[in-house]
C-alpha cells in the first residue's frame, strides 16, 4: 500500500483515427477484427481450486525481473483472445513475466466450473493474485483488466464485495463501471449487435454446462433475450443474487473507486457505444486512480495512427506499465500489500 497520489504523464501520442475508424462503432469492430499476433506456445497451463470447488485455468509466459503481469479477459473472451496476446506480449516485451487467465469455464478451463463468471467477480481475481504471490513470493503483481474484468478489478481494489488479495499495481481498460446503465445502453440501436453476440456466446457456455453435467437443464433463454435478460434469467440465480437489480448494484465498481489504495489507471474512451464516459468523471475516485479519457478508442479499439500496426491500445498499455512500475519506485511506501 503506498500514500501519495499518482500522477503519470499521459502517453506521447493520442489514439488519432484514420479516416476510415472514425466513430465508435468502427473503432470498436475494426479494432477488434484487425489481425494480431499469433498463439505464442511458450507457456506453462496453471490451474488453482477456488473456495467453491471449481478450478479456473491459466497460462503463465517466462519473463525476467521482479515484475508479473496478470490479464483477464472480458465477456465472451478467453485468453486466446487478440487483445490478450497482445498484452501478453507488451508485458513480455518490457521484460516482464505473464499470467493470461480465464474466468470459469472459459478458454483453457471448460468444463472445470459449473459457477458462472460476471462483472463482480473481484473474489476470482483475488484468487488469482493469492496463488501468483504463493508462486512468485516477492514479485510485484500488476494487473491488467479488459471490459467486464476492469469492473471486477476495480471492485477488487476498492473492497466492493469484501477484501480479496489485491495486486501492487493496475490497468482497467473500457470498465463497465455501472452495470444496469451499460446493460440498458447495449439495448439500444446497433448495440444491438453487440449485445446479441454477447448472448450468443453466454448462451453457448450455459449449454456447455449442461451437456457437461455441471449445472442442470432449467435455464430457459428465449432467442430474442438481451444481456439484461440474460443476466436475471441465468446470471442472477446462478451467482447467488436476488436478482439482475441486485447483482448490478452490488457489482457495479462505479461506488467502491474512492477507496482504491493502489496506483491504478483507468482508461476509457468518449465514443464508446455502450459505456458513458461521464460515469468515470462523475465518480468519486481517491488521489491513486487516474483516468485517461481518449476522444476515440470505441470498446477496446484504439485503431489509431503514428503507432506499431495502428494498435493504440497496445502503445497505451506499454506507456503505462512503465508508469506504474517507475511510480512505485518513486512513491513512499507504507507497508506491505494487504492480505485478507
Known amino acids: 500500500m503506498l500514500s501519495g497520489a499518482f500522477c503519470p504523464a499521459p502517453p506521447p501520442l493520442p489514439c488519432t483515427p484514420p479516416w476510415w475508424a472514425r466513430g465508435g462503432h468502427l473503432q470498436t469492430l475494426i479494432g477488434n477484427s484487425l489481425p494480431g499476433p499469433p498463439p505464442n506456445p511458450a507457456f506453462r497451463r496453471i490451474e488453482l481450486t477456488l473456495p467453491d470447488g471449481d478450478r479456473l485455468a491459466g497460462r503463465e509466459y517466462p519473463g525476467g525481473g521482479d515484475t508479473l503481469v496478470c490479464l483477464f479477459h472480458g465477456l465472451g473472451g478467453d485468453n486466446d483472445a487478440d487483445y490478450m496476446r497482445r498484452g501478453v506480449a507488451v508485458a513480455q516485451e518490457l ?8 474466468h470459469r469455464g472459459c478458454g483453457d478451463g471448460a468444463g472445470l466450473a459449473a459457477g458462472i463468471y460476471h462483472s463482480g467477480r473481484a473474489d476470482d481475481l483475488g484468487a488469482v493474485f493469492a496463488h501468483a504471490r504463493a508462486v512468485h513470493p516477492g514479485k510485484r503483481l500488476v494487473a491488467v483488466g479488459f471490459s467486464l474484468s476492469g ?85 442472477a440465480p446462478i451467482g447467488g443474487f436476488r436478482d439482475r437489480e441486485d447483482y448490478y448494484a ?6 467502491h473507486l474512492a477507496k482504491i489504495d493502489r496506483p491504478t489507471v483507468v482508461l476509457a474512451a468518449r465514443d464508446d457505444p455502450f459505456i458513458d464516459w461521464r460515469d468515470h468523471v462523475a465518480a468519486e475516485k481517491s ?38 512500475v517507475g511510480a512505485e519506485g518513486r512513491m513512499v511506501a507504507s507497508g506491505p500489500p494487504q492480505t485478507p
Open 287 to 324: 488521489d491513486l486512480v487516474h483516468l485517461h479519457l481518449e476522444d476515440f478508442g470505441g470498446h477496446m479499439g484504439y485503431v489509431g495512427k503514428g503507432v506499431p500496426r495502428m494498435r493504440w491500445l497496445d502503445f497505451a498499455l506499454t506507456h503505462y506499465l512503465r508508469e506504474l
Open 151 to 235: 469492473n471486477a478489478l476495480l471492485l477488487n481494489l476498492g473492497e466492493g464485495i469484501g477484501r480479496f488479495e489485491k495486486p501492487d499495481l493496475a490497468i482497467a481498460v473500457n470498465p463497465p463501471i455501472d452495470l444496469e446503465k451499460g446493460a440498458r445502453l447495449l439495448e439500444r440501436g446497433l448495440n444491438r449487435v453487440y449485445d446479441l453476440r454477447f448472448v450468443l456466446r453466454c448462451r453457448r457456455a450455459v449449454r456447455e454446462r449442461v451437456a457437461a453435467g455441471l449445472i442442470p437443464d432449467r435455464y430457459r433463454i428465449p432467442s430474442w433475450t438481451t444481456l439484461r435478460g440474460f443476466d436475471d434469467l441465468v446470471t
Open 95 to 102: 521484460g516482464h513475466g505473464a499470467w493470461s487467465f480465464n
Open 250 to 255: 452490488r457489482c457495479s465498481a462505479m461506488p
